[in-house]
């Protein structure tokens, strides 16, 4: 099972994402757990590479399970850890190898094209501070089938 981090980073009422170039759906900087590392050493690492900013102290607001299913049978199955942020050092990249950085107005977060699960996150990151538990099912070009949150 693939383990990934990211992180929304909060700013001035603003919150940087990455506009990815596949589905021009808006992400949180992040991604794949390395072998040995713990989660929050991959979300410093990752947010790092994505976007030139170290992460002061990362917050843990999310631990997901993902699953993708074609026709009832399991596809794909992920756990995603997410952090909330908001102190940082360094420059941010003028291009990132996986999109492109946004800073975005948090009143505009929800417009957004997202990944429909992201949706539910970012309410819940930019609203609460508990660590929010949840799954998320996809179906066939990840249309969300199913949630639940405990």
Request: hydrophobic residues 35%; aromatic residues 12%.
């Amino acid at each position: 099972m693939q383990r990934v981090t990211n992180c929304i980073l909060k700013h001035q009422n603003h919150i940087l994402l990455l506009q990815k170039p596949s589905k021009g759906w808006y992400a949180m900087p992040g991604g794949k757990m390395e072998q040995g590392e713990n989660i929050k050493e991959s979300v410093i690492r990752e947010f790092k590479e994505e976007t030139g900013l170290y992460l002061m102290e990362p917050k843990l607001r999310g631990v997901f399970t993902m699953v993708k299913k074609e026709q009832y049978s399991l596809e794909k199955e992920w756990m995603m850890y997410t952090f909330f942020c908001d102190c940082f050092e360094g420059e941010l990249l003028e291009q990132s190898k996986e999109g492109k950085l946004k800073w975005i107005p948090v009143e505009e977060v929800s417009n957004l094209p997202t990944a429909p699960s992201d949706k539910f996150i970012h309410q819940h990151l930019l609203h609460r501070q508990a660590i929010l538990y949840g799954t998320f099912e996809y179906g066939a070009d990840y249309q969300l089938t199913d949630y639940r949150f405990n």
